[in-house]
């Protein structure tokens, strides 16, 4: 095998808890993660030499080659299994950067997945996913995919059952909500309201919809939506079209819409389009499904 293609496809959070700060300066959470069907396409062709090369092709410029998580991924694998030849990559870059969908981490994982299968060297799972810790606290999830309780820093995950089929609007507006900032002004410990992370695994167990729905919350939304009106407007825009809910995904700023049929989706999506455009603001817009 010379060469290979693969699918990275972006996260959103169906709950997003932040439980406490810890001593370390990092934070305990617990997330109900969901792979959906917005992907990156990525290109690997084997090197007869030990160099790693990266080409992008997005709308978003990623900096410095060797600081991009695909770059750390390779490399990693390479040092790791003391694979000698190098490889060349090439990213289509479709998911919103920087936006709470876990791009980065998705084409890191995808990263570590085709270069086990390029070079055949069998190693399981579970063990990227063990190996994966070190690039990002995401990485081990986007390994395992599909619907999954994540707990610690992130990285301890439980497969849980697929939610039942819905549509999904995600818009991304243009605002930068940097991580750190989110974190800072949270103060996690004296937080009084908690999601009801444990009812939604109930409900994804019986595969009742509305009631995971009605339980879709996230706690970042506390700092962001007082600094930044167009979250909630948005979430309003799209429950207004017939969202079962609407939340932001990560620390944002993605949202996302839970609809019963795509039609309503699309709908929702036109609608939004015009609205947002009227006040000027180019968002990225998809209608998409869970990928389980
Ligand atoms: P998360 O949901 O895990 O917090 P995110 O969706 O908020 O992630 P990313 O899209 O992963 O954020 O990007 C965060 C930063 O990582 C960007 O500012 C970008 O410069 C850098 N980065 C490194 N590698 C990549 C990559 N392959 N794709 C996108 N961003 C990358």
Redesign the pocket.
Known sequence: MNNIEIKARA?INLALDVCRRLENGYHEVKMIMQMVDIY?ELRYQKRSDSQITLKVDSQDD??DIT????YKAAKLMQDTYGIECGVDIY?N?N???????????T??AATMLAINELFELGISKEELMEKSVKL?A?VPYCIMGGTALAEGIGERLTPLPSPPQASLLVVKPPIMVP?KWVYETLRANELEHHPDVDGMIKALQDKDLTGITSRMENVMETVTEREYPIISEIKTMMKSKGALNSIM???GPSIFGVFDSQKQAMDACDFVKSRLENKNIRAQIFVTDFFN
């Open positions: 996260k990156d990623l900096g600081n991009n998580l695909i990213l870059k998911i919103p950067v920087a936006a709470g969908m876990a791009g980065g981490s084409d890191a990002g995401d991580t995904s990560g620390s």
